[in-house]
């Protein structure tokens, strides 16, 4: 067999994709730009991108259907910058291109980025996932490529309804329970304060409570509509619902202040959850002081950064976080050194624990209900996981990166209120272990993923040797790992 070069294939995708031929539309929707490239056994490559041979083909299509549907596929494996459409999203009797490459036989698939409309939404990478399909996304950098050529499209397909299902479907992909209509649950259990702010905020011209806003809550999965009765969803209930424990008991956050004097103080946020984030960070603004830093100007700024990582850790939290997993709810604790966030469930396949340790997992979305409603209120980033804002404030700030870790069934993330809090932290043993030198050393190091010999005595203050020494002793713990040779080594801090 061939040798393999994902990264080559992602890139060459990204260059047919911008081929991409628009066809004219009469309802003003953008296309997208698509591209696909097929990489079989033998070496040999073959690419499609949408509207190449025919006017609104989708690229798979062409790729597949039109360039290959006399050749056996199997071994070969498939790269596409959007997500291929799922099993009912396209007008019957058409097949969804994700059915497509099952019927090809195609075993391992490479995926740019969600297609954000709602018909589509992770459900066409869950129907190859259901399928024995093995999915991988696009490196980071590379779907920010592709997010920003496709800007028009996506912004559209945010704002789209979800279209009218024909009665007979193939298949019907179901991403969570959540999806279906709770029986015991009305209308009426749905808070008015929460859905006024969400019109505000996202700038909906319906009025709460009128037929259009009805209409709006059908189409972005909240409600259901049937015989003509409208019954919330479980997504409606956790975003809008004014008590939604009552019917999920995995629902709300939980917060805990441990307080140095060894007291401690909860608080349950168990209502809307769209309010949630800013209530817990609301409650956090009152109860705890200003990170102790030497300059006014710096206590604020670590301040500020601190609480919006807070934000986005929450959000994050309550967005991606498994609502199969009952036994379990998303909580917010706190520590004279940290502030944790544990949200049930492990990271999203194809997303590993060790991207997100690393800040550059591909952008996926478990719940994209959830997802889209709260990027609408501008607490959640657009697509992403919001890990490389996370790590950018953090830095700009001073403050140590966070931390992620999966400690079952939560996974975990750590921030750290100071830039002493990540070596305090640290296990007694090792502690022990450290100078008092070395420890000032890790403070720094802590709010970095790599660093050179040079920048570590430079910003200690200390010559090239005992920087080196500090190096050595922090690898022999195992804190850092040293990665290359001669002037060019890094040492990559160690975040499992």
């Known amino acids: 067999m061939a040798k393999l070069d994902p990264r080559k294939l992602m890139e060459q995708a990204i260059e047919v994709m911008r081929q991409s031929v628009s066809e004219p539309r009469a309802d003003g929707k953008a296309n997208p730009l698509v591209g696909a490239v097929l990489w079989k056994p033998d070496g040999t490559i073959e690419t499609a991108s949408r509207g190449e041979l025919r006017d609104g083909d989708h690229a798979e299509y062409a790729l597949l259907e039109r360039k290959n549907r006399d050749k056996k596929l199997d071994g070969a494996m498939l790269f596409a910058t959007l ?23 195609i075993k391992k698939v490479w995926i740019g980025i969600e ?3 709602p018909t589509v939404d992770r459900k066409g990478i869950k129907y190859l996932q259901d399928s024995g399909v093995t999915v991988h996304m696009f490196d980071r950098d590379l ?3 592709i997010q920003k050529a496709n800007k028009a499209f996506v912004e559209q397909a945010l704002e789209r309804a979800a279209a009218a299902r024909a009665e007979k ?27 006024k702010q969400y019109r505000t905020i996202a700038k909906i011209s319906d009025t709460v409570g009128s037929p259009a806003f009805h209409r709006r809550l059908v189409q972005q999965g909240l409600l259901k509509q049937e015989n003509g009765q409208s019954t919330p969803t479980g997504f409606g209930l956790l975003l809008f619902g004014k008590e939604p424990r009552t019917v999920m008991p995995q629902a709300g956050l939980l917060g805990t202040i441990h307080f ?14 769209v309010l949630a984030p800013e209530q817990a960070l609301q409650w956090l603004r009152d109860k705890l002081p200003n990170p102790i830093e030497r300059s006014a100007a710096r206590r604020r700024q670590a301040n500020e950064a601190l609480f919006e990582l807070v934000r986005e850790g929450v959000v994050n939290a309550l967005v991606h976080r498994d609502y199969a997993i009952e036994g379990a709810k998303c909580q917010l604790v706190v520590t004279p050194d940290t502030i944790t ?10 997303i590993t624990l060790k991207q997100m340790q690393s800040f550059d997992a591909p952008m996926l979305s478990r719940n994209p209900v959830l997802h889209y409603v709260f990027a609408r209120m501008e607490l959640a980033e657009e697509r992403g996981l919001g890990l490389k804002s996370m790590r950018g404030r953090a830095e700009a700030a001073g403050l140590p990166l966070p931390r992620f870790a999966w400690e079952a069934p939560y996974l975990v993330l750590t921030l750290y209120r100071t830039a002493e809090g990540a070596t305090r932290t640290l296990d007694e043993a090792v502690l022990r272990e450290l100078t008092s030198e070395e420890r000032k050393g890790w403070s720094f190091l802590a709010g970095r993923t790599t660093a050179t010999q040079s920048e570590y005595a430079q910003h200690m203050g200390v010559t090239a040797r005992t920087a080196q020494r500090h190096l050595t002793h922090f690898v022999e713990l195992g804190m850092l790992r040293r990665r290359g040779q001669g002037p060019a080594t890094k040492y990559e801090v160690v975040r499992a």
Request: net charge negative.
């Open 169 to 195: 479907k193939p298949k019907t992909i179901t991403l969570s329970p959540l999806e279906k209509a709770f029986a015991a649950a009305e209308t009426k259990d749905f808070s008015t304060e929460a859905m």
């Open 143 to 145: 779907q920010e490529e």
């Open 115 to 117: 297609d954000p409309d």
């Open 341 to 350: 966030v544990k949200s049930p469930g492990k990271p999203v396949e194809p």
């Open 83 to 105: 997500e291929p459409c799922a099993p009912g999203s396209r007008r019957h009797p058409k097949l969804g291109c994700a059915e497509r490459i099952v019927l090809a036989r």
């Open 260 to 273: 140095a004097d060894g007291t401690e103080e909860p608080k349950d946020f168990d209502g809307p959850q």
